[in-house]
């Protein structure tokens, strides 16, 4: 056991049975030591690690070197069937849903996800979970993460949850409690109730998806975008309720203006099926990707190019294809030009000395790029009538409704900011946002308003978990479900989008008196300690609020899961610091 208690090389604890998670939580709260669990590391640094590692970002980097117990849960991923009858399947914490490219023990594959074993080995599956499946189960449900549908959640298929409590306790608590209040605090719970041992899914028959992505102009997309429905095409509300899963993906730039629509619904599975599947970036993904990863590398880092530096040297083979696919994009002006001559003398003298030469000319290219990139844009995300038409798909479930397994989180590394808005505000927002993009007359603000990448749309069921941005009591205004926006931020670019691109929608919605909600492993709003604005408006869309800060501290009485970044979040800066934090 003395060796589970220290980390390994990589600086976390590996602990691979719940009796050694619960020895590392005592051993944490007899110390006062701060105590967290990494999942996947698909949310910002700063809501995993027990301080700060540096800047917030999505990266998996390594845990900081403090003091404390960071825990990776890479050797606890069994599972096992509970009730044969009702589909019940325990599964221990450290399990990912699917493969995650970018696990560092280069051991979380698909068959050794829960989503491919179940589907495999019992014919049972879950009803919807993210636009990807690289995370683990725990870190899915900690955050509330979800699909996009208004008839399906795997909120459904959960069931019960073991939770080790900051005294090393371990609590049961499932849907079936003679009253499962509590079970509803569990997702998302942040890591602050404790640390999740299991979780027990009901599990539902494998079912299989048929459906299509159409890239269209906003006047073409399948929904009315931002009316009430016309022409045989009903409003996006309407479209995204009756649409069993569904995602749009708008690319507002101005001249660019495009919306790709994904949606599919349930298919009856035929005896003989073979899935036709989804392709993102059809053709070839990969190198299509790594394009527009590294053009968007030095579009974004144009202030200063040598920050760009080691993500272009990372990719230095593929420059040469970024190269011969410009032209595709037409009337590039100096602009391409530019790039066109920064890329072939990296290829033939290396990135630093393209770096020296670009460097002076790179205000000109900033200028530009409000009339390049919508180029690039059209170049690489062609509408279907420049093409056959919409891209059509057939998969089984699991493996299909995660539509963004095929983007690459090292070669198109994103971040975002996610706002949940009520159902019924769809058309609201969706216009509001139409002319914040549009009313700009600068080409500068408007690009700084809409950002270089896209602007994902979709929804979510209403749920009593206490903390889901889509919680509903079942007679509020949030009984329908909930619409998400959620603008993607290429990670590589040089800005804090929280201070600035994330932070224009937040003040947007708040100034417009939409209530919202944001998810909890995305970027949320940063604010000195103490500073009790945004505290207070987020505590006030959330009815069960002070009863999970409540709860937090009973179960945590030593605070050894309270990390900075949350205290900020619920504003709790008065609760003691764990000793090993009060000594340095
Ligand atoms: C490319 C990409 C696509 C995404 N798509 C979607 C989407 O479609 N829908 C959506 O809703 N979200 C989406 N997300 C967000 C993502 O689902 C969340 O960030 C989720 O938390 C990631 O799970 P993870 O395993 O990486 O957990 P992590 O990010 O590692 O951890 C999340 C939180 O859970 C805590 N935690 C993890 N395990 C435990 C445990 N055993 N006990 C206690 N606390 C624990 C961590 O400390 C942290 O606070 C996406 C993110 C990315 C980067």
Known sequence: MQGELSAGPDGFHHPASEAELVALVKAAYRDGRLLRVRGAAHSVSDAIYTEPPGVNRVSRQAPPADGNINVMLDGYRGWRVKDEARKLVEAEAGIHLGADPSDPTGTAELATGLLSQ??????????????????????????????GSLQFTSNRNLWGFRLIDGRGEVHELTRDDADPDLFYSMSPSVGLLGVVSTITFE???????EGEEATTSLDDCPADLFGPGAGGRPSLERFLRDTEFARLEWWPQRGAERVLTWQAKRLKVPPDFRPNPYRRFEGSPEASEQLISILFTIIGNLDD??????????????????LEALPAAKGLGVAGRLI??????????????????LQPFAGLVQKAVPDVLPKLIAAFIPLDSDKDGPARFTDWGWSGLPMDNQADDELMPTEFTEAWVPLPRTREVVQLLQTYFTEPH?????????????????????????????????????????????????????????????????????????????????????????????????????PRWDDFLRLRAERDPNNIFLTDYWRDRFGIWDEPEPVSKRER
């Open 118 to 147: 179940l589907a495999t080995q019992k014919g049972w599956t879950l009803y919807d979970t993210g636009g990807v499946t690289h995370q683990t189960v725990s870190g899915f449900t900690a955050t509330g993460s979800s699909g």
């Open 305 to 322: 190019l040598s920050q760009a530096k080691q993500k272009l040297e990372d990719n230095f083979d593929q420059l040469e294809r970024v």
């Open 340 to 357: 066109a001559e920064f890329l072939s003398r990296a290829i033939e003298f290396g990135v630093d000395a393209a770096i020296t030469t």
């Open 442 to 542: 600068d080409d500068d603000e408007a690009l700084q308003r809409t950002g270089t990448y896209a602007w994902e749309l979709y929804s979510a069921m209403p749920t009593p978990f206490w903390l889901s941005p889509a919680h509903s009591s079942g007679d509020d205004e949030w009984k329908d479900g909930a619409f998400r926006v959620d603008p993607y931020w290429f990670a590589d670019n040089a800005e804090n989008p929280a201070k600035t691109f994330f932070a224009g929608l937040w003040k947007l919605l708040r100034e417009n008196d939409i209530p919202f909600r944001l998810h909890w492993g995305k970027f949320q709003p940063e604010y000195e300690r103490g500073d009790r604005d945004w505290v207070d408006y987020f505590r006030a869309q959330y």
């Open 203 to 209: 599990c539902t028959d494998l079912f299989a998806i």
